[in-house]
Protein backbone atom coordinates (compact mmCIF):
# COMPACT_ATOMS: atom_id res chain seq x y z
CA UNK A 1 0.00 0.00 0.00
CA UNK A 2 0.89 3.51 -0.70
CA UNK A 3 2.80 5.46 2.10
CA UNK A 4 0.88 8.43 1.36
CA UNK A 5 -1.74 10.79 1.43
CA UNK A 6 -3.10 12.97 -0.78
CA UNK A 7 -6.58 15.49 -1.87
CA UNK A 8 -8.02 13.77 -4.56
CA UNK A 9 -8.67 17.22 -6.62
CA UNK A 10 -7.54 20.54 -6.35
CA UNK A 11 -8.12 23.75 -8.21
CA UNK A 12 -5.84 26.56 -9.03
CA UNK A 13 -5.85 29.76 -10.99
CA UNK A 14 -3.49 30.04 -13.72
CA UNK A 15 -0.86 32.37 -12.55
CA UNK A 16 -1.17 31.26 -9.22
CA UNK A 17 0.92 29.60 -7.18
CA UNK A 18 -0.38 25.70 -6.85
CA UNK A 19 0.29 24.09 -3.17
CA UNK A 20 -0.18 20.49 -3.21
CA UNK A 21 -0.22 18.67 -0.07
CA UNK A 22 1.28 15.64 1.33
CA UNK A 23 0.86 13.73 4.53
CA UNK A 24 3.28 10.47 5.51
CA UNK A 25 3.32 10.05 8.84
CA UNK A 26 4.79 7.21 9.00
CA UNK A 27 7.98 7.73 6.91
CA UNK A 28 11.24 6.77 8.09
CA UNK A 29 14.96 8.58 8.72
CA UNK A 30 16.05 7.54 5.58
CA UNK A 31 13.12 7.30 3.41
CA UNK A 32 13.16 10.00 0.70
CA UNK A 33 9.87 11.78 -0.35
CA UNK A 34 9.08 12.17 -4.48
CA UNK A 35 7.25 14.28 -6.27
CA UNK A 36 5.71 12.73 -10.26
CA UNK A 37 3.14 13.94 -11.90
CA UNK A 38 1.38 12.31 -14.80
CA UNK A 39 -0.27 14.07 -17.90
CA UNK A 40 -3.09 12.56 -19.79
CA UNK A 41 -1.38 9.45 -22.00
CA UNK A 42 2.17 10.34 -20.99
CA UNK A 43 4.35 8.54 -18.61
CA UNK A 44 4.74 10.12 -15.04
CA UNK A 45 7.35 12.67 -15.00
CA UNK A 46 9.69 13.33 -12.50
CA UNK A 47 9.26 16.88 -11.00
CA UNK A 48 11.78 16.74 -7.06
CA UNK A 49 12.76 14.66 -3.90
CA UNK A 50 13.97 15.07 -0.84
CA UNK A 51 14.70 14.12 2.23
CA UNK A 52 15.03 16.27 5.31
CA UNK A 53 15.88 20.14 3.64
CA UNK A 54 13.32 22.02 1.51
CA UNK A 55 14.42 21.25 -2.07
CA UNK A 56 14.12 23.66 -5.14
CA UNK A 57 14.55 23.33 -8.54
CA UNK A 58 13.67 24.64 -11.98
CA UNK A 59 9.89 23.20 -11.82
CA UNK A 60 8.70 23.29 -8.51
CA UNK A 61 10.03 23.61 -4.56
CA UNK A 62 9.73 20.90 -2.32
CA UNK A 63 8.70 22.08 1.69
CA UNK A 64 9.43 19.19 4.02
CA UNK A 65 7.84 19.47 7.85
CA UNK A 66 10.71 19.67 10.94
CA UNK A 67 9.07 16.62 11.72
CA UNK A 68 9.51 14.74 8.34
CA UNK A 69 5.87 13.36 8.41
CA UNK A 70 4.24 16.13 6.12
CA UNK A 71 5.30 18.09 2.89
CA UNK A 72 4.14 20.46 0.43
CA UNK A 73 4.46 20.90 -3.58
CA UNK A 74 4.74 24.20 -4.76
CA UNK A 75 4.23 24.79 -8.30
CA UNK A 76 5.34 28.76 -7.89
CA UNK A 77 3.47 29.90 -11.10
CA UNK A 78 0.91 27.91 -12.28
CA UNK A 79 -0.04 27.17 -16.73
CA UNK A 80 -2.68 25.28 -17.92
CA UNK A 81 0.22 23.21 -19.04
CA UNK A 82 0.37 22.16 -15.38
CA UNK A 83 -3.08 20.60 -15.37
CA UNK A 84 -2.25 16.98 -14.00
CA UNK A 85 -2.30 14.26 -11.38
CA UNK A 86 0.33 14.54 -9.10
CA UNK A 87 2.16 11.93 -7.21
CA UNK A 88 3.33 12.11 -3.87
CA UNK A 89 5.88 9.14 -3.19
CA UNK A 90 7.53 7.48 -0.49
CA UNK A 91 9.00 4.19 -1.69
CA UNK A 92 8.37 1.14 0.21
CA UNK A 93 10.85 -1.63 2.06
CA UNK A 94 12.14 -2.99 -0.87
CA UNK A 95 12.85 0.59 -2.52
CA UNK A 96 9.80 0.53 -4.47
CA UNK A 97 7.96 3.34 -6.20
CA UNK A 98 4.45 2.90 -4.94
CA UNK A 99 2.02 5.17 -6.42
CA UNK A 100 -1.17 6.33 -4.64
CA UNK A 101 -4.23 7.72 -6.19
CA UNK A 102 -2.77 11.36 -6.24
CA UNK A 103 -4.49 14.62 -6.31
CA UNK A 104 -5.53 15.34 -9.98
CA UNK A 105 -4.52 19.65 -10.37
CA UNK A 106 -6.86 21.29 -12.90
CA UNK A 107 -5.51 24.51 -13.76
CA UNK A 108 -8.29 26.98 -14.74
CA UNK A 109 -7.85 30.17 -17.05
CA UNK B 1 10.43 14.51 -24.43
CA UNK B 2 11.49 11.85 -22.21
CA UNK B 3 15.23 9.63 -22.22
CA UNK B 4 13.70 6.59 -21.97
CA UNK B 5 12.63 5.44 -24.62
CA UNK B 6 9.54 3.14 -25.39
CA UNK B 7 9.05 1.23 -28.80
CA UNK B 8 6.03 0.58 -30.14
CA UNK B 9 3.72 3.14 -28.93
CA UNK B 10 0.30 1.56 -29.52
CA UNK B 11 0.19 -2.67 -29.75
CA UNK B 12 -3.01 -4.58 -30.54
CA UNK B 13 -2.48 -8.15 -30.00
CA UNK B 14 -4.98 -11.40 -30.53
CA UNK B 15 -4.45 -13.31 -27.15
CA UNK B 16 -2.98 -16.04 -29.31
CA UNK B 17 0.32 -13.76 -30.61
CA UNK B 18 3.28 -13.32 -29.44
CA UNK B 19 5.01 -9.87 -29.07
CA UNK B 20 7.86 -7.74 -27.30
CA UNK B 21 8.13 -4.35 -25.95
CA UNK B 22 11.51 -2.29 -26.18
CA UNK B 23 12.89 0.36 -23.75
CA UNK B 24 16.24 1.93 -24.18
CA UNK B 25 17.81 4.63 -21.91
CA UNK B 26 21.23 6.30 -22.79
CA UNK B 27 21.84 7.49 -19.62
CA UNK B 28 24.23 4.78 -17.96
CA UNK B 29 21.32 4.22 -14.99
CA UNK B 30 21.84 0.45 -14.30
CA UNK B 31 18.18 -0.18 -12.50
CA UNK B 32 14.93 -0.21 -15.03
CA UNK B 33 11.70 -1.27 -14.21
CA UNK B 34 8.34 -2.42 -15.89
CA UNK B 35 4.93 -0.81 -14.64
CA UNK B 36 1.98 -1.74 -15.67
CA UNK B 37 -1.17 1.44 -15.45
CA UNK B 38 -4.75 0.55 -15.98
CA UNK B 39 -7.41 3.21 -17.01
CA UNK B 40 -7.72 5.61 -14.34
CA UNK B 41 -4.90 4.00 -11.84
CA UNK B 42 -2.01 4.43 -10.69
CA UNK B 43 1.00 2.58 -12.09
CA UNK B 44 1.98 -0.78 -10.47
CA UNK B 45 5.32 -2.09 -10.67
CA UNK B 46 6.06 -5.51 -12.13
CA UNK B 47 9.53 -6.14 -12.71
CA UNK B 48 12.68 -4.73 -11.24
CA UNK B 49 16.31 -5.05 -12.97
CA UNK B 50 19.29 -4.03 -10.90
CA UNK B 51 22.45 -4.28 -12.67
CA UNK B 52 21.22 -6.17 -15.20
CA UNK B 53 19.83 -9.22 -13.12
CA UNK B 54 16.00 -9.75 -12.20
CA UNK B 55 15.89 -8.29 -8.40
CA UNK B 56 11.87 -7.76 -7.97
CA UNK B 57 9.40 -9.70 -9.65
CA UNK B 58 5.91 -8.67 -8.42
CA UNK B 59 3.43 -11.97 -8.28
CA UNK B 60 3.80 -11.27 -12.24
CA UNK B 61 2.04 -14.23 -14.47
CA UNK B 62 4.24 -16.45 -16.99
CA UNK B 63 2.88 -14.82 -19.79
CA UNK B 64 4.71 -11.47 -19.17
CA UNK B 65 8.57 -12.38 -19.60
CA UNK B 66 11.72 -9.60 -19.17
CA UNK B 67 14.43 -9.44 -20.75
CA UNK B 68 17.76 -7.25 -19.81
CA UNK B 69 19.86 -7.92 -22.43
CA UNK B 70 22.71 -4.99 -21.60
CA UNK B 71 22.31 -2.27 -19.37
CA UNK B 72 20.69 0.02 -22.17
CA UNK B 73 17.96 -1.69 -22.78
CA UNK B 74 14.57 -3.63 -21.29
CA UNK B 75 12.43 -5.98 -22.81
CA UNK B 76 8.55 -7.29 -21.71
CA UNK B 77 7.93 -10.81 -23.93
CA UNK B 78 4.39 -11.37 -24.16
CA UNK B 79 2.64 -14.48 -25.18
CA UNK B 80 -0.77 -15.62 -24.54
CA UNK B 81 -1.87 -12.44 -22.86
CA UNK B 82 -5.96 -12.18 -21.66
CA UNK B 83 -8.03 -8.75 -22.10
CA UNK B 84 -7.73 -7.94 -19.28
CA UNK B 85 -4.03 -7.31 -19.68
CA UNK B 86 -4.78 -4.87 -21.98
CA UNK B 87 -3.23 -1.44 -20.43
CA UNK B 88 -0.85 0.99 -20.51
CA UNK B 89 2.98 -0.70 -19.73
CA UNK B 90 5.37 1.75 -18.55
CA UNK B 91 9.31 1.34 -18.47
CA UNK B 92 11.25 3.58 -16.03
CA UNK B 93 15.08 3.67 -15.36
CA UNK B 94 17.09 4.86 -12.49
CA UNK B 95 21.46 5.39 -12.08
CA UNK B 96 20.60 2.54 -9.12
CA UNK B 97 17.81 1.32 -7.15
CA UNK B 98 16.78 2.38 -3.73
CA UNK B 99 16.40 5.22 -1.72
CA UNK B 100 17.94 8.49 -3.64
CA UNK B 101 18.27 8.64 -7.48
CA UNK B 102 14.84 8.79 -8.71
CA UNK B 103 13.27 6.75 -11.36
CA UNK B 104 12.58 8.57 -15.08
CA UNK B 105 9.99 7.07 -17.32
CA UNK B 106 8.75 6.51 -20.59
CA UNK B 107 5.76 7.24 -22.16
CA UNK B 108 4.66 3.57 -22.59
CA UNK B 109 2.91 1.35 -24.95
CA UNK B 110 -0.48 1.38 -25.17
CA UNK B 111 -1.48 -2.42 -25.25
CA UNK B 112 -4.41 -3.79 -26.32
CA UNK B 113 -5.74 -7.84 -26.89
CA UNK B 114 -8.46 -8.85 -28.90
Known amino acids: DAKTTQPPSMDCAEGRAANLPCNHS???????VYWYRQIHSQGPQYIIH???NNETNEMASLIITEDRKSSTLILPHATLRDTAVYYC??????????FGKGTKLSVKP | DTEVTQTPKHLVMGMTNKKSLKCEQHMGHRAMYWYKQKAKKPPELMFVYSYEKLSINESVPSRFSPECPNSSLLNLHLHALQPEDSALYLC?????????????FGDGTRLSIL
Open chain 1, 26 to 32: TISGNEY
Open chain 1, 89 to 98: IVRGSQGNLI
Open chain 2, 92 to 104: ASSLTHGQGPPQH
Open chain 1, 50 to 52: GLK
